[in-house]
């Protein structure tokens, strides 16, 4: 886990969360052809989805996280943060089993998120898609997660 | 005698003062992501050969108004169909492909009979969603404006 500070708060959250993922969320088995599914790439952004063939999938996309602010206390403000996380795959039954690998790998690991001051994780929102590309079908499974973190504001007067 | 006690009028005062300014505020900030969520959606469903049609769709701002546009040419044929019809290789694709026949590796003539469509249906899947968000962000502004 990498700490986060007030002066790398996104990137110190996206690396925590990316970390997490890359290390939980490989492979997944199927009862269907081809028995097993492996994440080929483990990606920031949608833009960097190649569809041009079938082999690139599935796809893992770990958003930048939103981290809107607000006073908490006189010294402390509280980041009402959330990351959005999706998944690209090319069978149904591999996107369904890739998210829930995704939430079981921030649920279970709660407590040390906690332990780099990322508090209340909690699924905000979930949403399924599916698209066509010539023949390549693809199902996309999202998930929000949002989050609290606390740290000291600086006063001026 | 008896006597009367109103307490919390001045808690109720400020909740109402605040809570027009808070919906404001958070339907705003909705806006901007329902339409970032439509531009996304549009994005991937959008047909891609060079990638081009998926790159000119933007998403700008002008005052509280968001607007999507799609700067490619063809992308309007995309949309809304057209007839199948031939055509040469050597015509402009009017954006920096240069011709037909570069951007496709095409040489004589082409046929050009699909369309797929992608920005009605990123709105249509959003829009099933927008009625749960919009009552998201109200509950959140009548709770940020009790403080």
Known sequence: MVAITKSTLVNGIYKNFYDRLKSQVTTVSLSVSPGSQTIQTYSSSYSDIDFSSKSNFPILVINSPNIPQEQFTFGKTVVNGNIEIEIYATNSQAADKFLDSINNAIETYKGTFAGVGLRMLEVDDTDSDFVEHGKIKIHIRKVKWKFLYYYSRTKAF | ?147
Do not use: C
């Open chain 2, 1 to 147: 005698m008896i006597q009367v006690q109103l307490r919390g009028a001045n808690k109720v005062q400020r909740f109402i003062k605040n809570l027009p300014k808070e919906i404001n505020k958070e339907v705003n900030n909705e806006t901007g992501e329902f339409m970032k969520d439509v531009k996304k959606s549009a994005k991937i469903r959008a047909p891609r050969k060079t990638g081009e049609l998926a790159k000119s769709i933007i998403l700008t701002k002008k005052g509280k108004q968001w607007i999507l546009q799609v700067n490619s040419p063809y992308g309007k044929y995309q949309e809304e169909g057209f007839k199948p019809h031939w055509v040469h290789a050597l015509l402009p694709t009017k954006n920096s492909l240069g011709t037909i026949g570069d951007a496709f590796n095409v040489a004589g003539f082409v046929k050009v009979s699909k369309h797929t469509p992608f920005v009605k249906p990123a709105l249509e899947h959003n829009l099933s969603k927008l009625s749960q968000r919009l009552s998201n962000v109200t509950s959140r502004a009548i709770r940020r404006s009790k403080k």
